[in-house]
C-alpha cells in the first residue's frame, strides 16, 4: 500500500467484511462478533489518518481487532474470576466452571443444515482452543494470512508463528477426534 | 513422529517451507505411509476450518457502525472539554481538596463569633414571676448565697453557714469601690434625684427636644444625637449618684468596648422607644431632664415592680406602645418581675429598659440562659457575669425600714442551657 490516503468508505468497503469474519470466528457468535469488529473498525477510522500504509491495511486493522479482542476476553475472565469468587464466598456456584467464550444465542450461521452441524462443531471446537492458538488458526485459514503476516498481527517472530500453528492444529485435532466430533 | 517433522508438515500444507525443506519433506513422505496419514488429517482440520462459510456483513451494518462512531465521537469530544478543567482521576481529591478548604473558610468565619448584631429584643422577654419558666432543676443548693466574690457553689454548700458568714461579715464591707455611697439609712431606691439635674450636662438639653421627641416630630441627625447622649450621660449620673460599683466582668476590656458601643447603641433605641410612648410623668420629666433614660427606666421599673414600692397603676397605652415586642401588655404584676437573658444584646437592652444599676455585664450566652426572678423586697446592686456563672449582688429591703448595707447579698447563678428561674429571696 503506497501513501495515498484511503477514503473511509474504501477503507470499510475492503476491509468491514473481513474484519467481521475475524470476529465472528473469534467471538463465535454474530452478535459479539458485530460489536467487536465495529469496534475496531471505528478505532481503525479514527486512527486512519494517521496510517503510514507501512503494512496492509488489512494487518493493520486485523492487529486492532485481535488486540480488541484479547482486551475483551482478558476483562471477561476478571469479571467471571470475582464473579466465581463472590459466588463461593457466599457458598454457591451457577455451575460454570470455565471461561466462556462471548456468546449470544443467535439463529443458525448458515442455512444448509447438512454443513450447519460440521461448522457448528468446529467453530465450537475453536472457541475451545486458548485465545493465542485460535487466533493464529483463523488468522492463517479464514483470513489466509502468510507466517510473516500473522507475525506481524500478533508481534510474533515468523518461526515462533510456525510451530504455535503446528500446535494448535495439533489441539484442535484432538478436539475433532473426540467422539462425535467428527469433521 | 517427531514434532519437528509434523511442524514442518504443517509448514510444508502451507507452502512455507524453504525449497531445501520442501524437497525434504517430499522425500519422506514418499517413503512413509504414516507421513502421510499424518499430513492429510493435518489437512483435514486446517480445511475444516477454511470451510467454515463466510458471513456477508448483516443488513444495516454500516449504518450502525456509523451512528455508533458518532457517539463515540460525541463522547470523546465531551471527555476532552472536560479535560481541559481537569484529568478525571484527579476530581475526587480536587473535590476533596476544595471541600475541605471550603470548611475551613466557613469554620474560620463562623467559629470564633456568634451573629455579631441581632436586633435589641428579639429574644427578650420581661415575663412575671407567675409565667416565668419552672425550672425542673432544684437549685436550691446550687445557689451560693455569701459574701466572697470567689465564693463557689462547692464551697459553700451548707446554706445556714454561709448566710452566718454572710451576716457575720457584713456585706457591705467587700465593696471597696471609690464611688460615693449614700448614707446609712437613706433608702436606695431608684428616688429622683433632684441634685443631678444641676450642673449636669444634659441639663442643657433643650426642653423643645424632648418635647419633639415626644410628639414624634422628625429631629435632624445632630438633635438626635445630642438628645441621646445627653440620656446615656444620664443615665450614667444616675448609676453613680446611687454608689454602684461598677460592673466587673471576667474580660474586663473586651466588656468595656462592648459597653461602650453596643451598650451604647441599644440604649440609644431603647430611649427613643420609651421617648416616643406617653410619659406618665411630664412634669417630673420636665424638671429633670438630664436623667431622662433612668428615668424612663424608672419609670419602667416601678410599672414593673422593681422600686422597692407597690407599682403605680399600669399605663395601658405605654405598656400597648411598646408592648409589641416586649409582650407585657397583658399585665405585670405589681411586686414581682423577671428577666430571661438569652444572649448579651437581650441582656444590655433589659439591663436598660428596667433601670438596673450599673453597665449590663459581659456574659457568653451562647446557649445558657438564666432567668432572674426579682422580688420588690430585694433590690439588685450589681450583677458580676462569668462564663459558667452569673453572681448577682443584690441587698434584702423591709418594708418601711432603712436600705441596710449588711442585708446585701450574692447569688451565684449557674448557667444552665435551659431557662432557669431563679427567686432572689432572703435564705
Not at chain 1, 122 to 145: F, G, Y
Not at chain 2, 201 to 224: F, N
Amino acid at each position: 500500500m503506497g501513501s495515498n490516503p484511503v477514503s473511509e468508505t474504501e477503507f470499510l468497503e475492503q476491509n468491514a467484511e473481513l474484519v467481521f469474519n475475524l470476529a465472528l470466528r473469534l467471538t463465535g457468535n454474530r452478535a459479539d462478533a458485530e460489536d467487536l469488529s465495529q469496534d475496531a473498525l471505528i478505532r481503525a477510522l479514527k486512527a486512519l489518518p494517521g496510517f503510514r500504509g507501512e503494512s496492509m491495511a488489512s494487518t493493520w486493522v486485523y492487529r486492532i481487532t485481535v488486540n480488541a479482542w484479547k482486551n475483551r476476553v482478558r476483562s471477561e475472565k476478571r469479571r467471571h474470576f470475582w464473579k466465581t469468587v463472590t459466588l463461593g464466598l457466599v457458598g454457591g456456584d451457577d455451575g460454570e466452571d470455565e471461561v466462556r467464550d462471548v456468546k449470544a444465542d443467535d439463529p443458525p450461521l448458515d442455512a444448509d443444515l447438512a454443513k450447519e452441524e460440521t461448522a457448528k462443531m468446529v467453530q465450537k471446537s475453536l472457541l475451545e482452543l486458548d485465545e493465542d492458538d485460535r487466533a493464529i488458526v483463523v488468522l492463517r485459514e479464514i483470513a489466509e494470512k502468510s507466517y510473516g503476516e500473522i507475525g506481524a498481527v500478533l508481534g510474533l517472530a515468523e518461526g515462533t508463528v510456525k510451530s504455535r500453528l503446528f500446535r494448535a492444529r495439533a489441539k484442535l485435532k484432538g478436539l475433532l477426534e473426540q467422539p462425535g466430533k467428527q469433521p | 513422529m517427531k514434532d519437528d517433522m509434523r511442524e514442518k508438515l504443517s509448514a510444508y500444507l502451507d507452502g512455507a517451507l524453504t525449497e531445501a525443506e520442501r524437497r525434504d519433506v517430499e522425500s519422506r513422505l514418499a517413503a512413509s505411509s504414516d507421513l502421510r496419514g499424518e499430513l492429510e488429517s493435518l489437512r483435514a482440520v486446517s480445511q475444516a476450518v477454511k470451510d467454515l462459510p463466510k458471513s456477508p456483513l448483516p443488513a444495516g451494518y454500516i449504518a450502525r457502525l456509523q451512528a455508533r462512531r458518532a457517539r463515540a465521537r460525541a463522547r470523546d469530544g465531551a471527555e476532552r472539554r472536560e479535560w481541559v478543567l481537569l484529568p478525571p482521576a484527579y476530581r475526587p481529591v480536587a473535590f476533596a481538596l476544595s471541600s475541605a478548604l471550603v470548611a475551613i473558610v466557613l469554620w474560620d468565619r463562623f467559629s470564633r463569633t456568634q451573629a455579631p448584631f441581632q436586633m435589641p429584643y428579639a429574644s427578650v422577654k420581661v415575663i412575671p414571676q407567675s409565667e416565668a419558666p419552672v425550672s425542673q432543676i432544684d437549685f436550691s443548693n446550687r445557689i451560693t448565697v455569701g459574701k466572697d466574690v470567689s465564693a463557689t457553689p462547692e464551697a459553700v454548700k451548707n446554706d445556714s453557714r454561709a448566710k452566718a458568714s454572710l451576716e457575720s461579715l457584713g456585706f457591705a464591707a467587700r465593696r471597696d469601690a471609690p464611688t460615693p455611697r449614700r448614707a446609712p439609712g437613706q433608702p436606695m431606691e431608684f428616688a429622683e434625684d433632684t441634685s443631678m439635674a444641676a450642673g449636669a450636662p444634659a441639663a442643657s438639653t433643650p426642653a423643645s427636644l424632648l418635647a419633639k421627641t415626644k410628639a414624634g416630630v422628625q429631629m435632624s441627625e445632630e438633635e438626635r444625637s445630642r438628645r441621646n447622649e445627653e440620656f446615656i450621660m444620664g443615665l450614667e449620673k444616675e448609676k453613680r449618684s446611687m454608689g454602684i460599683a461598677q460592673v466587673l466582668p471576667r474580660r474586663a476590656s473586651a466588656a468595656a468596648a462592648r459597653g461602650a458601643s453596643a451598650g451604647g447603641s441599644f440604649g440609644g433605641s431603647d430611649m427613643m422607644m420609651l421617648q416616643a410612648s406617653p410619659e406618665p410623668e411630664p412634669q417630673a420629666l420636665a424638671s429633670n431632664t438630664p436623667s431622662l433614660v433612668s428615668r424612663a427606666g424608672r419609670a419602667a421599673s416601678k410599672r414593673l415592680g422593681f422600686g422597692g414600692s407597690p407599682a403605680p397603676e399600669l399605663d395601658k397605652a405605654e405598656l400597648s406602645a411598646s408592648g409589641e415586642r416586649l409582650d407585657y401588655a397583658a399585665g405585670i404584676p405589681s411586686d414581682d418581675a423577671g428577666l430571661v437573658f438569652t444572649d448579651g444584646n437581650s441582656l444590655a437592652s433589659s439591663w436598660v429598659l428596667l433601670g438596673l444599676p450599673g453597665n449590663y455585664p459581659a456574659v457568653d450566652y451562647w446557649s445558657r440562659r438564666a432567668v432572674l426572678l426579682k422580688r420588690s423586697s430585694t433590690k439588685i446592686l450589681e450583677i458580676r457575669a462569668g462564663e459558667e456563672s452569673v453572681q448577682v449582688y443584690f441587698r434584702l429591703l423591709s418594708p418601711g425600714e432603712a436600705s441596710d448595707p449588711t442585708k446585701d447579698r450574692f447569688a451565684t447563678i449557674p448557667l444552665e442551657p435551659k431557662p432557669v428561674s431563679l427567686l432572689l429571696l432572703p435564705r
